[in-house]
């Protein structure tokens, strides 16, 4: 099974609200609701910061946003910041034979 | 605190052998799954197995089966990721996770990875 696709990076200057799109297939994203968003700094552990589409887990700003729409799941960042570089992947069930399906990754990068 | 902390990643030759391991503290290790995912050099994340909490039920990726063997050792509390027949393309840094729901795609404590480089 492929990864979900993601847009290879995604810029924005402070302040600013970005996108990332994280696209699979019925079988996968579109399927059911169980879609989770990592962030991943170099050298270190990755982070959940979205799971189940849109659940924000305890400790993570209210700056990250999910939301899902057939088979395209989005994360919002809403006034970035300079420490938002990051990369960010989305992950969900993967369909029959793969537990669990990760996103090609998205680089974001604060201008 | 939940800590998870892996080790026994190095240098392997192709065809080689690595066993990972991964000390797990601070939760009820028995009550939730356990997975391993890994990065190689450059790329994004790739899933490669899961373990149930009681340590019944195994799944792995497409890479890894045949080749890796999950399981658990509660009396260690460690997770452990057997890896024969290596090959380069499984140059990667090897993470674990919990994974509160057995797949899903959502794990929500991760260690800071150990890497394993064939060659």
Known sequence: QSAL???ASVSGSPGQSITVSCTGTYSDVGAFHYVSWYQHRP????KVIIYDVRERPSG???RFSGSKSGNTASLTISGLQAEDEADYYCCSYGGTGTLSIFGTGTRVTVL | DVQLVESGGGL???GGSLRLSCAASG????HFAMTWVRQAPGKGLEWVSTISGDGDKTFYAGSA????SISRDYSMNT???QMNNL???????YYCARDPRLGWGYFDNWGQGTLVTVS
Do not use: N, Y
């Open chain 1, 5 to 7: 696709t993601q847009p």
């Open chain 1, 43 to 46: 050298g270190k552990a990755p």
């Open chain 1, 60 to 62: 993570v700003s209210p």
């Open chain 2, 12 to 14: 392997a030759q192709p």
């Open chain 2, 27 to 30: 939760f009820t290790f028995a």
């Open chain 2, 65 to 68: 089966k045949g080749r890796f």
């Open chain 2, 79 to 81: 997770l452990i990721l």
């Open chain 2, 87 to 93: 090959r380069a393309e499984d140059t990667a840094v």
